[in-house]
DNA sequence: TTTACATATTGACATATACAGATATTTATA
DNA sequence: TATAAATATCTGTATATGTCAATATGTAAA
């Protein structure tokens, strides 16, 4: 995912700042976030049922955004279930949707 | 840019925010808009020194910066001049950072 | 231990995006 | 008008990302 630059002085910083935002940068991801604001965590099938998607798609996005460090999960028993690392992460939609106003 | 989805009640509101996202979510774009920070507006040339990539690849992210809303633009005799549409992109910089610490 | 359930992973394919080179456009100046 | 400078656009190609289908893994229950 990471984006290769010709551009060697290019700060790190903005390479790594990019990747984070690109976390955030699909509507699926975005909906799942929105639902976790709501109920605080919630397994693969329920939020299957909510988005209305295939499993492995739900999977997927949900590995990504755990492994961008958005998401906790704990599994138990069968089920793994998903939260919001912070609830700053919704500050970051509420502030990007007042910038483009 | 836009992206398909087979989900037809995934909410309008989530994908455009998700393209407002992907706006930003590229390292040379988040670069333009540092740079704005201090200098009120630069034109190509002088974007092109301080990021050393070619003037295409330059103008291209400015196109994709303008067309989304985040830059603004003046044309002065042969110079074309960006400027930051909104100040209000910097703190979406910082609200970044912190939820991902 | 077999079966069903919940989730993750893999691989093929399609699409989106980025980049580089060439060319076009606009404006100023000789 | 011819030329140079500044910027934009186009085109081919490489890479990244997303989707889907199939399969694998892990866990609980019969």
Excluded: D, G
């Amino acid at each position: 995912m990471a984006t290769k630059i010709k551009a060697p002085y290019l700060e790190k910083e903005w390479i790594e700042t990019a990747e984070k935002i690109k976390a955030l940068a699909h509507p699926i991801r975005l909906y799942v976030i929105a639902l976790l604001k709501h109920k605080k965590e919630m397994n693969v099938t329920e939020l299957q049922e909510e988005l209305q998607l295939e499993q492995a798609v739900v999977s997927h996005h949900l590995s990504i955004l755990k492994s961008r460090s958005v998401l906790n999960c704990r599994k138990e028993r069968k089920n793994m279930f998903y939260s919001l690392k912070s609830k700053k992460f919704l500050n970051v939609l509420s502030c990007i949707e007042t910038s483009f106003e």
